[in-house]
């Protein structure tokens, strides 16, 4: 089985922020086949990574969260990825 590495928080808000801007509304449904990819290939911790984008996307498109200058998360009521 492969093990990816895991992504903190901010390094998943930049992946997601990444795609946004490359699939624009895909964005997330880009994020789930990659994570099902990785499922696919026995890799939880992958699928996991993905999934977190994924929803990351969706709270950036929503408006639930937002990027600060320094990197961290800042978001408008329950606000984390994980």
Do not use: C, N
Request: net charge negative; no cysteine; charged share 35%.
């Amino acid at each position: 089985m492969t093990k990816s590495p895991m992504l903190k928080e901010h390094e998943s808000l930049y992946l997601a922020k990444v795609l946004i801007e490359e699939h624009g509304e895909l964005a997330a449904e880009h994020a789930k086949r990659q994570a099902e990819r990785f499922l696919r290939e026995a890799d939880v911790e992958g699928g996991a990574a993905w999934m977190r984008v994924a929803r990351a996307i969706d709270m950036l498109l929503d408006g639930q969260i937002e990027d600060r200058v320094d990197g961290r998360l800042s978001g408008r009521g329950a606000g984390t990825l994980h």
